[in-house]
Nanobody, 124 residues
Framework: QEQLVESGGGLVQAGGSLRLSCAAS????????MGWFRQAPGKEREFVAA????????NYADSVKGRFTISRDNAKNTVYLQMISLKPEDTAVYSC?????????????????WGQGTQVTVSS
């Protein structure tokens, strides 16, 4: 059974760091672009970052540029999101998703397969 499983979330103080992981199983996702999205309570899901299948191209939301870094290790079938200088407004459930067509668009509708998400809470 193919799955995307996120991990690495938790509670951190403002200014702190976390690294999220998205591990794929049951299917290789190394040939697909991948993205990270987040959803805070009462808000719509929003794009965070995307990475091409090779890792050579990345795309970020303006709100996280310079603070978040997306990367991937295709040998491990895993995508990462390194987050530094975290702010309370970064609090959300973070989910990874596979973009089978490689568009790397910022709209969730372009992504085909989703993980369940991991909670990130940043305290002030």
């Amino acid at each position: 059974q193919e799955q995307l499983v996120e991990s690495g979330g938790g509670l951190v103080q403002a200014g702190g760091s976390l690294r999220l992981s998205c591990a794929a199983s049951g299917r290789t996702f190394s040939g697909y672009a991948m993205g990270w999205f987040r959803q805070a309570p009462g808000k719509e899901r929003e794009f965070v970052a995307a990475i091409s299948w090779s890792g050579g191209t990345t795309n970020y939301a303006d709100s996280v540029k310079g603070r978040f870094t997306i990367s991937r290790d295709n040998a491990k079938n895993t995508v990462y999101l390194q987050m530094i200088s975290l702010k309370p407004e970064d609090t959300a459930v973070y989910s990874c998703a596979a973009d089978f067509r490689g568009t790397m668009r910022k709209l969730a509708s372009f992504y085909d397969y989703w993980g369940q998400g991991t909670q990130v809470t940043v305290s002030s």
